[in-house]
Structures are given as C-alpha cells and as structure tokens.
C-alpha cells in the first residue's frame, strides 16, 4: 500500500465520515494541511472571519442538520478562539469535531511560538479530546472522534494536530468501526422500569410531559407525539426542545422555568406525575429546587446517567435512548389516564395567565418576533444570541418541527446566533433562515457577515435593537434599583448597524414604526442577499413573565395573580 | 461526611491521571488520598482513591467518572469484603533521654526500623488505618518530625477452600 501524508489522511477520513462541509481559519502550523485543501473540492471549505464564529457555524449546523459539525484552526491563539464554541456545543450536547493544529511534537511544552495546551484547555469543555503524536493513530483517531461526538449523549471532541504528524506520511487504512472498550452508551432502558413507568402513566390524576432536548436529538418527536395522542398528557417543551413536539398543538404547555409560561410551571408545581424526557433539571427549569414539583412521583428518561437524581431525586430512573425507550413503553401503556378535570385546570390557568404583552401602537419586540413568525409561516430555522432576543424569540416564534430552534441554552454564549445561522443555511439551504438578535450580541460576532456575503450564504438578521444590554438592564431595573450600571450601548448612533450592513455587502433596513415591520420581513425574505433588519424597540421592555432567581417557579413577576 | 474507597480501572495513557483530577476540582469532589499504577494488564491502570462524601455525591463521583471515555470500570470496595493496606514512614524524635522508651515502644509495634541518627529515627510500617492510626498515637508523645504516606490500596478478598 503507498503511503500518503498526515494531510491527505485527515481529509480522505473526513470524507469516509461524510463530512461535506467544515468551518475555519488557516494558520502557520496547519499549512501542511491547507496546501491540501487548496486541490480539495469535498469537503467544502468555509473560511470565518474569526475562529469563534466556525466553531458556532459548526455547531449551527450540526443542530439544524443532525450531523457532526466540523471546525478546524490553528494552533495557540486560532485554537483558544473556538473555546467558547466548543464549550457552547458542550453545554448543550452538541456532536462536534474541532481540529486544532499543534506546534511540532518535539516542540511540545517548550513554550513554542503560538503554542497553547489546547487538550489540557478543553478538557472540561469536551466529552474527549485526543493529541495525535504519531501519523499511524491519525486515522483511528478520526474514526473515535466522530463516533465518540455523535454517539450516546453526543459532544464536541478535539483533534489536536501537530504540523510534523500533518507532513509525515503513513499507508492509508480506514478503520470500519470504532472500538473503544471503555465506551459503549445504554441505548436501550431497562424492561422492568419501563413497566413501572406505564404503570405510573396509567394510574396518574395530574401528569405533565417535561421534554428536554434529549428528544430532539435522538428523533424522538414521532414518539412523542405518539404518547401524548395515546394518553392526553400536557407537555411542557425546555428552552432546548422547542420544536420536538409542535408548539401548536394544544396539549403544548409552552416552555417551563424562569421565563416560561404562568400555566407550564403551575403544571408542573401542582402534578402528581412528572415525566422528565431527555431533559436534565437545570436552575433556569427547578427554580428552588425543594419546592420543585413537590407532590409529583418522577420519572426521568436519560441517556446520560449522571444526568439521573443530580439535582432532583427521581423515583423511577431508565438510562437508555429517549427514542428506543418511548417506543417501548408506547407498548407497555394499556390505558389511557383519566385526567380530564387535570386538562380542564391546566386550560383555566392558560386563560387566566396568557402569554402576554402590550400590543399598542409602539414598535414592541414581542410584535415583531409574532410578525416574524406569520411571515415565515412558522417554518423558518430560527438562531437566537442571547438574552431578552432569546427569550422573545423562544415565547413568540411557534415552532412545529424539531431542529428549527438553534439557541446557545445551557452557556448561554452572545454571539451565537449569525454564526449559527450561517452553518444552518449551509446544512438546509431551503429554509429561510434568521437570526433574532440583540443589539450588543449581534456585535460579538458581526464580522460573519462578511463570510455570509463573501459565500453567498444568504441569512437574515432581526436586531430588536433596544439600545442595552437588555437582559441585565432588565435585573438591574428589578432587582437593583434601575440602576443601570454599563448595560447602556447607545447602538442608536454607533454603530449605525444599517451601514454597518451595507459596508460588508449586505442589504441593511431600518424600521422605527409598527406598521412598516411585516413589509421589512417581507422584503428581507425576497432579497437575494444576507439582510440586517435593525428594529428600533421600546428600549425599556421586559421579559415576563419571570420567576426571580432562587424562587419557586410558581411564585412568577407577571404570572398569575 | 463518610469516606469511601474506590478501585478505578483506566486506559494508561498520558493525561487520564489530569482527566480525573479535573473532574474532581471542577465538580467539587474531595479525593483524600490516591494511588495510582500498572496492574497485570500494562494497558491498564489502577487507580484507588478514598474519597469524603455522603451517598448523593459518592453517586455523582461514581456516574461523573464512568462518564470518562478512558475509565474502564469502577469497582466501590466500601461495601465489599476488601483488604486494605498503606505503607508509612515516619521519622520520631529521639535523644539520649527517650531511646530507650522508644525502642522499646518500637519493638512492640514491631516496626520496621530504617535510619537511626542521634536525633531522629526513620521507621517503616505497613498495614491498614486503623493498625496505622494506633501507631501513630503511641508514636505522638516522642515528637513525630515527618510522616510521609502512600495512601491507601486495597483489593477485593478471596476467602475459603
């Protein structure tokens, strides 16, 4: 067999994995690479204008894809600049290949140029990492990493790549399968358990479905669609999961926790049975955690089983694949509970506390996202950044299928949002894509625009330009004494995002007045090109309703009286 | 808060050993001692760290490092029927005075007797905590001037026919 180098093997296993697409930036030590990829037509090439943003266009794209994101960048800076990313993806357990290249291995812990401990670094931020020192383990190293990212509850891994293992030469054999001995997921619950819980559904008065983003990816929607039309039980869907079950369906509680709807968290406060699917009980859902679904027995889903009685003790655990399990107990549940009066309450609060907001003649964020959502039909791909865009985004865009939210939950990383929203346009170029952002998140990354311009990479940016950091200016108004200390950023004047588009190639639109938001969507929509609608909102508009951090998630700001 | 003994088994490869010194850290777990080498299988590794924590966290432990794509295998010798044993070296004061009372002290233990000097002597002993923690008692009036510790090690018993 002829040899080829490190280069070429990385490229040739990246196309065995199917990699079509990958993000990056070039640099000294991964030449060896980039000369190669000069001749390479798949996988495509997408060259950011910062690391961080091909990290988040990676993980874009595996969310709205369900695919593993690939980014790659160069050693000491290039690699410390996908940190974020990779703990984003991490945080919300997001497959991803992240390749950084190294100094020379025996260069290695000499202080090199551009040199930085990158596997000691992400560690924590990885579900594993590896140091390829020798061009023989390059190939199965590949094949582990793209198994160990997407599998069982998947993760980013980092490939870290020294520019001598790149240049080496070694007889190209791709491994078939992945055998890691220490490393094999539970896919399957437990058959015992699984009876248990059909018992439980059965015999339950008041029960609520808590879905997390578990569901999602594992493609358990039909699933789940299934048990709520076999027993009628209510579902509350997580910041993760919107979309896993379709936010017009009636049963659809709306997302729970701080700022979730008034009659999602009483639902849960007040069930007897708490069906937690893929979902890990984070503060931002619990609230006070001994004042959680206090009455209810548990049942917790999970492939994860450190994920299992970490905050909450769960009466019946069952590791396994939210899908294969669902399928399973579809079988075991022989009778549908009766739980009529339970609907008939959840249904009075609903009236009593609706989703909510004053829609007058002032340009409103919430009436933009609502007008976003009838003008896209409910059936675009929505990025968020982070914060009061966020939240908005998640409480008025209805989403019916699954794989169209992509938000940064569990880091909560600004700046997430036009980067993902590039790599969700390259995985679904069919869909419209937005980005709902904010007027200081859209700054940490907005130099993507020129990528989308420069690849004809065609996103939509919705600023609900409000002039703060909203978000904290929204706790500093609450909880501080409207004492807005730096949230203040005046993006009225600097800068003026309308030609801050127009400077990188991209249409940009200004809208002060309620009555011109849909013809502005609706323009964006038709343009051929990445467009930035900047929304000049009510700058003092909060999120409600809220639950205060540390309290009970019954005890809302707006909820009900 | 209790203290439990685990027996990890892991890939021996560079970084596992900061694998799991990291993950206690960044998790807030507290490994009182460990010790960690080859086993039969140079693959392998065996690490076996004591731990404090109650029975909530001690799951954690147990669930956060199996999460660990280079951990093998936990094996909890708390419950279990185990034999444990950590070596000791200590070096006591001594003078012309309290020689003989210690020597004699010594004796008894039937300790192992390393270094003498004028000043000091360096003893060796190897057994379990308790065996330890009594000598060390004993040893305390004469003036402990350094102990160094192995931590502890322990296998599963095999007992009977």
Known sequence: MSKITGAEILIESLRREKVKIMFGYPGGVLLPFFDKLYDTKEPRFILTRHEQGAAHAADGYARATGKVGVCIATSGPGATNLVTGIATAYMDSIPMVAITGQVMTTLIGNDAFQEADITGITRPITKHNFLVKDVKDLANTVKEAFHIARSGRPGPVVIDLPVDVQKNSYEFHYPKEANIRSYCPTLTGHKGQIKRMAKAIEKARKPILYVGGGVIISGAEKELAELVRKTGIPVTCTLMAIGAFPGTHKLNLGMPGMHGTAFANHAIQDSDLLIAVGSRFDDRVTGKLDEFAKHAKIIHIDIDPSSVSKNVVVDIPCIGDAKEVLKELLKDIKKKPDIKNWVAKIDEWRKKAPLRYKNDDKLRPQYVVEELCKATKGNAIITTEVGQNQMWAAQYYTHDKPRTFLTSGGLGTMGYGLPAAIGAKLGKPDKIVFDIAGDGSIQMNIQELATAVQNKIHVKIAVLNNCYLGMVRQWQELFFKKRYSHTFLDTCDSPNLVKLAESYGAVGIRVTKKKDVRKAIERAIKTNNTVLIDFKVEEEENVMPMVPAGQAINRMIGGMA | ?161
Do not use: H, W, Y
């Open chain 2, 1 to 161: 808060m209790a203290k439990f003994i685990l027996a990890v088994l892991v890939e021996n490869k560079f970084g596992v050993l900061a694998r799991i010194s990291g993950l206690f850290s960044a998790r807030g777990f507290n490994i009182s001692s460990l010790a960690v080498a080859e086993t039969e299988d140079p693959s392998v590794s065996r690490i076996t760290m004591v731990v404090s924590a109650d029975e909530k966290i001690l799951e954690q432990i147990k669930k956060q490092l199996n999460k660990l794509i280079d951990v093998i295998k936990i094996i909890d010798l708390t419950q279990k029927d185990c034999i444990d044993r950590e070596i000791v070296l200590i070096r006591i004061k001594m003078d012309s005075k309290t020689q003989d009372r210690l020597m004699q002290v010594l004796d008894n233990l039937s300790a192992e007797v390393l270094a003498k000097s004028k000043n000091s002597v360096t003893i060796q002993e190897v057994g379990d905590q308790k065996k330890i923690n009594a000598m060390l008692e004993l040893l305390k009036p004469f003036g402990i001037l350094e102990i160094v510790r192995t931590g502890r090690i322990a296998i599963q018993a095999e007992k009977g026919e």
